[in-house]
């Protein structure tokens, strides 16, 4: 009786072992556990870039590098599936990826390692990929064209006016800069806008030098995706330390926080 307890563990322990065993071609495990962000890089990224890019979101290079061009893209993925749009990429984030997209570790760290440029597009175009260029890449993962400097520096500038603003105010905030750039009445770019003689307070101040945390930072990608909380203002001030007639003589659109915005 002994004897037969023990040759049914050891068959149960067999199974087990067997049962655990990856076969070829199949995914054991996604991601791990942290919550992937822009500025990280790794394997996390590789997988992110290749489930993004087989989905049709990510156009760029899958480097493993989790720069601008991949967080518009998850950001995309988020929306399309119904997830909190956020730009991160957490545990929900990951699962509907897994759930909605294949990932062949193998070929694509293959890849990755031997400098190739690849389209892996629904899985397709395996034998397709061509060598990375070698010449000078334009400027890339920048939404809409917008260099870094300004992307800084418009988180700069919102983060010495509007800091302490609930956070569609610091959208509206980032939203007026751009407003202005595209006027004919203002400078068309974005550090001729923020350092126009007298155009805010933060550069007059030089609160437009503090370092602006990851929420002004979200605050202009916002904006430059197309969120303009201040309906098309060109103009913001507080009321209660305004003393300028002519801004409380702009016609008034609304208010946010402790801002009126202004056409």
Known sequence: MKFGTISKVLIVILFCAVGTTASPGVETGAFTNQVIQK???????IELQARLQYLGYYHGKIDGVF????????????EKFGLPVDGLAGASTK?????????????VKGQVNKGKDFTYYGGAGKSANKTAKTSKPSAVNTPAGFSQN???????AVHGEARGEPYEGQVAVAAVILNRVNSPSFPNTVSGVIFEPLAFTAVADGQIWLTPNETSKRAVLDAINGWDP????LYYFNPDTATSAWIWSRPQIKKIGKHIFCS
């Open 39 to 45: 500025g990280a890089v790794g394997d996390d990224v």
């Open 67 to 78: 720069g601008w061009g991949t967080y518009w893209a998850l950001r995309n993925f988020q």
């Open 95 to 107: 699962a509907k990826l897994v759930k909605a997209s294949k990932y062949d570790k193998q070929y």
């Open 150 to 156: 300004d992307i800084q520096l418009m988180a700069n």
């Open 230 to 233: 201040s309906s098309n203002a």
